[in-house]
């Protein structure tokens, strides 16, 4: 069994940046791709970017593609998404999530952290 815990979350100025931690117990973290989703109040949950369990493959959605950046530390058993120029479209639930495969459809990730809140005021 994994837990997963966010962390990093808040609210912040368009423009302005955040970094997300997603700690994670039980079962090395390497073992598994790790994911960024997000979900807005009244929207579909959304794939914001993954990365392999070796590091070496990632993906971003359209909408933060040069703005926010996924990377892990697998001795911290920690993940990060590092999120720049903010916009206020940004502003929804965030979660970290862990699969054995790599991809970006949420139904197929089997943890769950339980979600940190960005706001981003314009």
């Known amino acids: 069994q994994v837990q997963l815990v966010e962390s990093g979350g808040g609210l912040v100025q368009a423009g302005g940046s955040l970094r997300l931690s997603c700690a994670a117990s039980?079962?090395?973290?390497?073992?598994?791709?790790m994911g960024w989703f997000r979900q807005a109040p009244g929207k579909e949950r959304e794939v914001v970017a993954v990365?392999?369990?070796?590091?070496?493959?990632?993906y971003y959605a359209t909408s933060v593609k040069g703005r926010f950046t996924i990377s892990s530390d697998n001795a911290k058993n920690t993940g990060y998404l590092q999120m720049n120029s903010l916009k206020p479209e940004d502003t929804a639930v965030y979660y970290c999530?862990?699969?054995?495969?790599?991809?970006?459809?949420?139904?197929?990730?089997?943890?769950w952290g339980q979600g940190t809140q960005v706001t981003v005021s314009s």
């Open positions: 999530a862990l699969d054995r495969s790599y991809g970006s459809n949420w139904h197929t990730y089997d943890y």
């Open positions: 039980g079962r090395t973290f390497s073992s598994y791709s």
């Open positions: 990365i392999s369990r070796s590091g070496g493959n990632t």
